[in-house]
């Protein structure tokens, strides 16, 4: 993994999407930017929010649905993203090893 950035896969090197890109979530917006997850991470947030309505702790159940991403990723990293002063984004992204990882990832999720 390249340290200046902390999105950069760490099983191939791009920082372009890639095979091995599972899910990049903004955890700040609770919302999916990114990964092979991305529509149906979305969507099951959606519908948790659509069941739960206005009044429950999002933050428990985003964390809950981003706990079954890490399940069955290979490699998870946490990083910050800033744009412009004031303007910051808490980012996690996931990988898996390799294609077969992949598909088995987006079956069971």
Do not use: Q
């Amino acid at each position: 993994m390249n340290n200046e950035d902390p999105s950069t896969c760490p099983f191939c090197g791009t920082i372009n999407n890639c095979l091995h890109l599972l899910l990049l979530v903004d955890k700040a917006f609770r919302k999916a930017d990114g990964g092979i997850l991305r529509k149906s991470f979305n969507n099951r947030w959606s519908d948790i929010c659509d069941e739960n309505g206005d009044d429950f702790d999002e933050r428990e159940f985003f964390d809950v649905l981003l706990e079954k991403v890490e399940s069955i990723a290979d490699v998870m990293i946490n990083f910050e993203y800033d744009e412009m002063p004031g303007m910051s984004s808490d980012n996690v992204v996931f990988f898996v090893k390799d294609e077969e990882s992949s598909k088995k990832a987006v079956e069971s999720f």
